[in-house]
Structures are given as structure tokens and as C-alpha cells.
């Protein structure tokens, strides 16, 4: 392995691996054109920033505001969070075909590289959208999450933050048990 540190040996190296974003954003601009000639028009990712910068996989995040901790709050932070989901699935298995696919295991990672498209892998942030029914992370599963984040903003029904705005005492000190849920 070269240890010159020149440029072209660091893209050699990187070149020869795996380069997978472990937390992609996914703003409602994703899946749109870049629009350069929009003044204060920034992505924060897209597929041609992927590109660019040589990964050959990503976890696309289905993220949720905190919200009350209420079956009213769970419910709309749900159908957000199955919503982006929807959205990631359909343009991967529709307009985006040809350039990403949706990866369930390590396998299916290196099989998109060697074939030269994108792996994408779901992530969901922020466990609050579960609920009170760890079921649902079965449901989520199914629809092809492999990662999930506890908590973000703010203490939930599943944990408490590590920052937590207005939130000054734990609600859990920590984790909340809940019962064993096995999801294979």
C-alpha cells in the first residue's frame, strides 16, 4: 500500500475499497435535478455528489421530528417515516434503476458495486417513530430498514437523548426495557 499520501495514491486506496456513507439525509430535493443556476440552491446529497465522490453505497435516512409522546404523535411520526420509505423504494425500483439498488444484506452491497450501481440501505433516526408497539419494527423491516437510531432530538418513548432541548430530566435514566421482539 502506498505511504506517499499524494492524491492519486490516496484514490488508489480508495478506489480499492467499499466506500459506504453510513448516514445519508434524504431532503425532499433528493431524487430532483440539481438546479445550479438557482440562487441559494444546495443539496445536501445527491445521486450525482455520490458519484462524484466515489461511494459505492449509502444508508439513506428516513428521519422524523420528535414529537409528543402520544399515540397521536407515534401514528403521524409513522406514516412519515413509511412515507420516505415509499418514496426511497419507489424511485429505486423505478426511475433510478439503472443506477441504484436497494440492498437487504452485506451481499446484496457488493453485488451492486461489482455491477456498478449505487447500494442503498434504509436507515430510519429516531426510534420515536415505533411507537409504543416494537411490532412495528418488523413492519419496518420488511420494507427493507436495517438500521435505526434510538433516539435524536429529544428524550422518547424509547430513551433518553443525549441532547434534549428543553428536556432537562431524563425520563428513563437510559434505556427503557421493553419484552424481547425477534425479528426473523
Avoid at 154 to 168: E, M, T, V, Y
Wanted: glycine share 10%.
Amino acid at each position: 500500500m502506498p505511504e506517499s499520501g499524494k492524491p492519486e495514491d490516496v484514490r488508489s486506496i480508495h478506489d480499492t475499497i467499499l466506500a459506504l456513507d453510513a448516514h445519508l439525509d434524504i431532503e425532499m430535493t433528493f431524487f430532483t435535478p440539481e438546479q445550479g443556476e438557482t440562487s441559494g440552491f444546495q443539496k445536501l446529497a445527491s445521486l450525482e455528489k455520490i458519484k462524484e465522490g466515489g461511494l459505492d453505497a449509502a444508508f439513506f435516512v428516513a428521519y422524523t421530528d420528535q414529537g409528543p409522546l402520544t399515540s397521536e404523535g407515534y401514528a403521524r411520526a409513522y406514516e412519515t417515516v413509511v412515507g420516505k420509505i415509499d418514496t426511497i423504494r419507489r424511485v429505486i425500483d423505478g426511475p433510478l434503476q439503472a443506477k441504484v439498488g436497494l440492498a437487504l444484506c452485506p451481499d446484496d452491497v457488493h453485488a451492486l458495486r461489482d455491477s456498478g450501481r449505487i447500494a442503498a440501505v434504509i436507515a430510519l433516526e429516531n426510534g420515536y417513530a415505533l411507537g409504543e408497539d416494537l411490532e412495528q419494527l418488523r413492519t419496518l423491516y420488511s420494507l427493507g430498514v436495517r438500521y435505526v437510531t434510538l433516539s435524536q432530538v429529544g428524550h422518547n418513548q424509547i430513551c433518553d437523548s443525549k441532547w434534549a432541548p428543553g428536556q432537562p430530566e431524563p425520563l428513563h435514566r437510559g434505556l427503557r426495557i421493553y419484552p424481547k421482539i425477534q425479528l426473523t
